[in-house]
C-alpha cells in the first residue's frame, strides 16, 4: 500500500487494532472503489460517511467522533467545505452545526410541494401516463425550482447529449445518467452522498427509470455513476469555458438589473451591507430555492464574513460543474462586479 491507502490504513489501526486490514477491504467493497488512490470526491465522502458509520460511532463519544471524522477527511485529502456549503468562515462558524440535515428536510418538504404545483399545471393524474414532452417539462421546473436557471441549463445540455427528449422510449441506461448527473452535479452540493442517494425517488418517478435499476447495487447503477463522475473530472476547456461564459453572462445581467431597481449608479459608493444583499438576491435568481434555503440559515450579520461566505459558496458550486480555474474566474469577475474586500 502506499500513499492514501497507507494513511488510511493506518488510521484506521488505531481505532480497529489487528481487525483494520478486514475492516478496510470490507468499506472499500461496500464503497465500490478499487483504489483509494485514485477515488473521486464523491466516492471519497461515501467512504468517510460508511466508516464513519459503521466503525467510529460504536466507539468513540460525540466529541471525539467529531474529531476523529475530521481526521478522516485529512487522511482522504478531502476538505470540511469540499461537498459545496461552507460552514465556517475564518474559523468562525456562519450556518447551523446541522445544515446539511436542515436542507435535507427543505429538499424533501419542498419536493412535493412542486412536483403537485407542476402536476396540476399539466392537469397530470399520473406521471407514468406522462408522455415525452410534459415529463421532460417536469424534469425541467423541478430542476429549475431546486436549482435555478443555472441548474436548468445544464440538465437540458445534459438532455440533448443524452439525446432524452424522447425520454419515453429513451434507453434505461441514458435515464440512470441524467438522475447521476442531477444527483452528483446539483444535490451532492447540499446534502451528504449518503442522504442524496436515499432521496432519488421523486428523480426514479420524473425521468421513468426502471425501479430495479435504480435500486441497486447492479452493474449498471456502478457504471452510470463512473462514468457521471468521470465526465464531472474529465470537463474539456472548450465546454467548461461556454459553461464560465454562461454563469458570467447571467451574473452581470441580474446585477445590473438589481443595480437598477436600487437606483445604484455606481457600485463603489454603496455601502457593503447593500452591496452584499444584492448579491444575495442574484444567487437565489442564479441557484434556485436550495440556496434561497440555505442563505435563509446564516447566523453571521458581519459584512466582511458574509461577503466572503458567498463568494466562496459561489466558487464551490460550480467547480461541482466547470474547471475548478473557470469557478475561480466566476469568483473573481463576481468579486470585481460588487466591489467585495479580499
Not at 463522475?229 to 474529465?234: D, I, K, S, V, Y
Request: proline share 4%; no cysteine.
Amino acid at each position: 500500500m502506499d500513499g492514501r491507502s497507507a494513511r488510511l490504513l493506518e488510521f484506521l489501526q488505531r481505532y480497529a487494532g489487528t481487525s483494520a486490514h478486514l475492516l478496510l477491504k470490507n468499506q472499500l467493497q461496500k464503497a465500490a472503489i478499487q483504489d483509494v488512490n485514485d477515488a473521486s470526491d464523491i466516492e471519497l465522502m461515501n467512504l468517510t460517511e460508511s466508516i464513519v458509520r459503521d466503525i467510529l460511532r460504536p466507539i468513540l463519544s460525540r466529541g471525539r467522533l467529531r474529531l476523529a471524522r475530521s481526521e478522516l477527511m485529512g487522511v482522504l485529502g478531502l476538505k470540511p467545505a469540499y461537498a459545496g456549503i461552507p460552514q465556517e468562515i475564518d474559523g468562525v462558524r456562519v450556518l447551523p452545526e446541522k445544515i446539511l440535515e436542515m436542507t435535507e428536510d427543505h429538499y424533501n418538504s419542498a419536493t412535493e410541494f412542486v412536483l403537485k404545483q407542476e402536476m396540476n399545471r399539466y392537469n397530470i393524474p399520473d406521471l407514468m401516463e406522462t408522455d415525452s414532452p410534459t415529463r421532460i417539462r417536469l424534469i425541467e421546473a423541478f430542476v429549475d425550482y431546486h436549482f435555478g436557471p443555472t441548474g436548468k441549463a445544464i440538465i437540458d445540455r445534459r438532455i440533448e447529449e443524452l439525446r432524452l427528449k424522447d425520454i419515453e422510449n429513451a434507453p434505461q441506461y441514458n435515464k440512470l445518467m441524467l438522475m447521476e448527473f442531477i444527483l452528483q452535479d446539483m444535490l451532492l452540493f447540499y446534502i451528504k452522498p449518503l442522504k442524496g442517494k436515499l432521496l432519488r425517488s421523486e428523480l426514479v418517478s420524473l425521468i421513468g427509470v426502471d425501479l430495479e435499476l435504480a435500486q441497486g447495487p447492479v452493474p449498471e447503477q456502478e457504471r452510470a455513476q463512473r462514468q457521471v463522475q468521470t465526465a464531472r473530472e474529465n470537463l474539456t476547456i472548450r465546454r467548461s469555458n461556454a459553461k464560465r461564459n454562461e454563469v458570467v453572462d447571467l451574473l452581470v445581467f441580474l446585477a445590473k438589473r438589481e443595480f437598477s431597481r436600487n437606483g445604484i449608479l455606481d457600485v463603489k459608493n454603496v455601502p457593503l451591507n447593500v452591496r452584499v444583499r444584492i448579491l444575495a438576491a442574484v444567487m437565489v435568481m442564479m441557484f434556485g430555492n436550495m440556496t434561497k434555503y440555505v442563505l435563509s440559515r446564516l447566523e453571521t450579520k458581519d459584512e466582511r464574513m458574509l461577503s466572503k461566505f458567498l463568494v466562496l459558496y459561489v466558487k464551490n458550486y460550480l467547480k461541482q460543474f466547470m474547471l475548478a480555474e473557470d469557478a475561480e474566474k466566476v469568483k473573481e469577475h463576481m468579486r470585481s462586479l460588487f466591489q467585495l474586500p479580499e
